[in-house]
């Protein structure tokens, strides 16, 4: 079970590539580092945005399953916000 992790710094105007997609099931921790109130994560496909999907709260951690060849986007809500992204590949 290879586990990676990375710190992501989003942008508000294009989605960032966070977790690409691969042959095997992906468990994906993912943490929104900003302690601010009203700053925003967004997470979903390529199209994500603030308009159309879910979001991380300021602190909040979320615990999604991808399944093979299913990727993840992000956007932030404002600019430059940080995103916490750990990945345990299934083998």
């Given at each position: 079970m290879?586990?990676?992790?990375n710190?992501?710094?989003?942008?508000?105007?294009?989605?960032?590539?966070?977790v690409?997609p691969?042959?095997q099931?992906?468990?994906?921790?993912?943490?929104n580092a900003?302690?601010?109130?009203?700053?925003?994560i967004y997470?979903?496909?390529?199209t994500?945005?603030?308009?159309?999907s879910i979001?991380l709260?300021?602190?909040e951690?979320?615990t999604?399953q991808?399944?093979?060849?299913d990727d993840?986007w992000?956007?932030?809500?404002p600019?430059?916000?940080k995103l916490?992204?750990?990945?345990v590949?299934?083998?």
């Amino acid at each position: 079970m290879p586990i990676t992790h990375n710190l992501y710094t989003l942008s508000s105007g294009s989605a960032t590539l966070v977790v690409a997609p691969n042959t095997q099931p992906q468990q994906v921790y993912l943490h929104n580092a900003t302690k601010s109130s009203n700053e925003y994560i967004y997470i979903g496909t390529q199209t994500v945005g603030t308009a159309n999907s879910i979001h991380l709260d300021p602190g909040e951690s979320l615990t999604v399953q991808l399944g093979p060849g299913d990727d993840l986007w992000a956007i932030s809500d404002p600019n430059g916000l940080k995103l916490g992204v750990m990945v345990v590949k299934q083998d």
